[in-house]
């Protein structure tokens, strides 16, 4: 696995010359390759180099908007047509209440081309690779979203018992794009650091990271500044991962491009609306509270540890897609319905897609 990082790349070569070519073909020729997580890297390194670019060029400004438009979705009742083929899928007879998404399709939006991947373009983006997902529960809910599309409902079916044993790690190879994929049960921050640590230690590194943590902390311990040191901690066992960052003496587009390749993409599981009259105990009630949860933000935004910020992690924003789809998309004020997860996962998706972009060049 260590070369996992080549076949994410050398895939996305393939990709981009199939099926979203068209559509992506302007970051594909605007952009040089240089990475977008670039600009934080020299901003908060020692490394300084007059001869690197910048990261103010045009292309990365777009890719930067388009990074930071990943979040214009609508969530809406499905219409006639999307719930007719649910019926048909779920036999359910229950009425059409179920919720779609889209991108909005205004002007910003639209030119990024952001696609909606089916099967067959996820599993050669992700042909190869080795993605690992570590949290809570929405962690988990990720981990649904991500296998019903790469294995389709009827596969995802299969295998759900085993997911859903409480508070296990999950790991499975999906055979015919070689695929692995490790959701590791890391309900507190600290456990997230240790992961880190431990890549570190064996040098083996995931192309893809998704992490998030918070919800267990914030009924278990429920101490803001708390959970903010450990954020910190976590940032900086991040930042340690990332090659590149520290053992680049004189960067030239030849190494550095090599070296950028294999750096994981890294993004944060942000924490969902919770609704606090719906949640399922008198102690969630009572300690997982608007103010505690703003707390809880409040402290992910202090650290910087969002590449919004300045930091390493993509923030997948639950907390907006889950307000968007509202009360009716949940039954425990904590946990939502398919279609926020799904959308996060195409969030998710199609950053990789920017992101390779660079580096496919
Ligand atoms: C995955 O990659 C392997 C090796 O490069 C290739 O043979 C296979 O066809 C690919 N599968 C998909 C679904 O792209
Ligand atoms: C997560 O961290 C807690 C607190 O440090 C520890 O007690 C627990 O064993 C860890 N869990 C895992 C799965 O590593
Ligand atoms: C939160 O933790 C800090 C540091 O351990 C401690 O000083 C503070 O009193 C705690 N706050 C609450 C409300 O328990």
């Not at 009742?77 to 009425?95: L, P, Q, R």
């Not at 990720?142 to 599309?149: H, R």
């Not at 278990?220 to 903010?228: K, R, T």
Request: aromatic share 8%; with cysteine; net charge neutral.
């Amino acid at each position: 696995m260590g070369m996992a990082g080549w076949h994410l790349s050398r895939n996305k070569v393939l990709f981009f010359s199939c099926a979203l070519f068209i559509t992506l073909a302007v970051g594909v020729h605007l952009t040089p390759f240089f990475p977008s997580i670039s600009n934080f890297l020299y901003k908060s390194s020692s490394i300084s180099d007059s001869s690197l670019p910048t990261g103010t060029t045009s292309s990365s400004v777009i890719r930067d908007s388009c990074i930071f438009s990943l979040h214009s979705v609508l969530i809406y009742k499905s219409d006639y047509s999307e719930c007719v083929d649910d019926a048909i899928d779920s036999n359910s007879d229950s009425g059409c209440k179920k919720m779609s998404w889209k991108w909005k399709q205004s002007g910003s939006v639209a030119n990024c081309g952001f696609q909606r991947l089916k099967k067959p373009d996820v599993s050669v983006l992700l042909n190869g690779s080795w993605v690992v997902v570590a949290g809570d529960s929405q962690a988990r809910l990720m981990v649904v979203s991500l296998l019903e599309l790469v294995l389709g409902s009827d596969g995802m079916k299969k295998i759900r018992g085993d997911l859903f044993k409480r508070h296990s790690d999950y790991s499975t190879t999906v055979d015919e794009i070689g695929m692995k994929l490790d959701f590791m049960w890391a309900p507190y921050v600290r456990n997230l650091t240790n992961l880190m640590m431990k890549f570190k230690e064996n040098k083996d590194y995931p192309d893809v990271i998704l992490m998030g943590a918070g919800l267990w902390d914030m009924l278990h311990v429920n101490n803001a500044s708390e959970y903010g040191v450990s954020l910190s901690a976590l940032k900086d066992s991040v930042l340690s991962l990332l090659p590149v960052f520290r053992n680049v003496d004189s960067i030239d587009r030849e190494t550095s491009e090599s070296a950028w390749i294999r750096s994981p993409h890294l993004f944060w599981l942000g924490m969902p609306v919770l609704i606090n009259s719906m949640l399922n105990t008198e102690e969630k009630r009572e300690r997982m509270n608007d103010v505690m949860c703003n707390a809880y933000d409040d402290e992910v935004s202090r650290t910087k540890i969002l590449r919004q910020s300045g930091g390493p992690l993509l923030k997948l924003d639950i907390r907006w897609l889950s307000d968007l789809c509202g009360t009716q998309c949940t039954v425990d004020g904590m946990h939502y319905d398919g279609v926020v997860y799904d959308a996060a996962v195409q969030i998710m998706l199609n950053a990789l897609l920017l992101e390779s972009n660079q580096k496919a060049r």
